[in-house]
């Protein structure tokens, strides 16, 4: 029947390598998504390239459209790999027609017309549309982690399905040989070669994906938790800072304070230490939730301002700050970490204040529509023009670093609880004269 036996019969090694490969690969990475399904194409596919050749050997028709049959599954089951390498679902109804259809070809052109051009013609159809679609999702993929494996994927997708349309229109003008055996032309082992580098190479880059994937993974993971340990040990300094001096106050040997005024220091000692617990617990709470999205809570602006003023209580009488507060509408965030950014802001004014004036911080807010924009404005040194563009970046600073303590930490990480809650941060600023941070908030319904 088919004059190919021999090279089917020697591909059928490389599928079942391939396959055993996936297996151990499946097993070895948790049974990461889509191995076991291009295992599964790699089996079914030598078992077809085995059927096939055996058909062709012995020249039985049945076998070696049980073969084909088995080509059609594999093509199948590797695109099912694709949607589960993304996460999605299969296309179940997709899949049964297409398997439908083929089996329906397959029987018509070679049990009934013998007719191998138009069973060939027949079948590409099929694969032309399950891997242009399957192309057409992995080209598609936004997941940072699997975008680059994506797009190679998707390109050697795209090129298998357009070659397939290619033989659509073509394999059918070489149906010159009245007998089966006789209807197999160069073009055919063509494409026997390409779709078995094609397929190999579908596996190779399932791998090289999913092991990309993890790696982002894990970079993300030390991302966090570096960003983690930052935000800690930068947000904690404030309240501890008020714990101390509460507490040193208080223990004074030589101070003149009565029995009443240390007890106040020794509460309000008590109080910061109270909300570092609270903080910390919310710190952990919000490194939870990286992967699950932030959960939907309503906060007071200005009792999270209160708080913020309080765990800052000491800079702002030392340096006798006039913080006024305007009315705050309440917005769609978690009040702890709504209350973080008015720390950090807050710190930050007083830290770049202006040694040649009283500092003065005004709180106020706008709504507009959906949401609440609230502006923290000081009359403080300001920023120049060049440092705007990257104040909210990761460790950087403005001004003169060396005057100021900081780490470059605070507005980076304003931004990134922002952001979380689907808001925006923004600052206006003109040197020696002050600035203005604006956070735009979603508003609570």
């Not at 077809?48 to 049959?69: E, M, S, T, Y």
């Not at 714990?243 to 003149?256: D, F, K, R, W, Y």
């Not at 563009?389 to 990761?394: A, S």
Request: charged content about 20%.
């Amino acid at each position: 029947m088919f004059n190919i036996s021999s090279i089917l019969i020697s591909l059928t090694v490389v599928q079942f390598i391939m396959a055993a490969i996936l297996v151990a690969f499946w097993w070895s990475r948790m049974k990461a998504c889509g191995l076991k399904e291009m295992a599964l194409a790699m089996t079914v596919g030598g078992i077809g390239a085995l059927a096939v050749g055996a058909g062709a050997g012995l020249i039985d028709f049945r076998l070696a459209c049980f073969g084909i049959l088995c080509f059609v599954v594999a093509v199948l089951s590797a695109a099912r790999a694709m949607t589960r390498l993304q996460g999605r679902q299969p296309r179940h109804l997709l899949e049964a027609a297409a398997l439908t259809f083929a089996a329906a070809a397959v029987y018509y052109f070679i049990i009934v017309r013998q007719d191998v051009a138009g069973m060939l013609a027949s079948t590409s159809i099929v694969f032309a549309i399950v891997c242009g679609l399957a192309a057409r999702d992995l080209l598609r993929e936004r997941d940072p982690g699997l975008k680059s494996g994506c797009r190679i994927l998707g390109v050697m997708f795209a090129v298998f399905a357009g070659l397939h349309v290619l033989r659509i229109f073509i394999r059918p003008l070489f149906d010159t040989a009245p007998v089966p055996q006789g209807q197999i032309v160069a073009l055919d082992f063509v494409f026997a070669f390409i779709g078995m580098a094609m397929v190999i190479g579908w596996s190779l880059g399932l791998l090289w994906a999913s092991h990309s994937r993890a790696e982002y993974r894990l970079r993300a993971a030390y991302a966090e938790l570096e960003r983690f340990s930052g935000a800690v040990a930068h947000d904690l300094k404030s309240p501890l800072n008020a714990v101390i001096g509460n507490l040193e106050a208080a223990i004074q040997p030589s101070s003149t304070l009565n029995a009443a005024q240390k007890a106040d220091f020794l509460a309000s000692a008590h109080k910061a230490a109270l909300r570092m617990n609270r903080f910390i617990g919310d710190l952990l709470d919000d490194a939870r939730s990286v992967q699950q999205g932030p959960p939907v809570e309503v906060a007071d602006p200005s009792q999270c301002l209160h708080e913020a003023q309080d765990s800052l209580r000491p800079m702002i009488d030392a340096v006798a700050a006039e913080i006024t507060v305007g009315d705050l509408p309440p917005v769609a965030v978690s009040d702890l970490q709504l209350t973080r950014v008015f720390q950090n802001l807050l710190d930050n004014a007083l830290k770049y204040r202006s040694l040649e004036r009283p500092l003065k911080i005004e709180v106020s807010a706008l709504r507009q529509g959906g949401a609440v924009e609230i502006s923290i404005k000081d009359n403080g040194s300001g920023i120049a023009a060049a440092d705007l563009v990257r104040v909210f970046d990761r460790f950087e600073r403005a001004g003169k670093q060396s005057l100021v303590p900081g780490d470059g930490v605070g507005l980076s990480e304003c931004r990134r609880i922002v952001e979380k809650f689907g808001g925006t941060i923004d600052v206006m600023s003109q040197l020696g004269a002050g600035s203005t941070f604006r956070v735009t908030l979603p508003a609570a319904s």
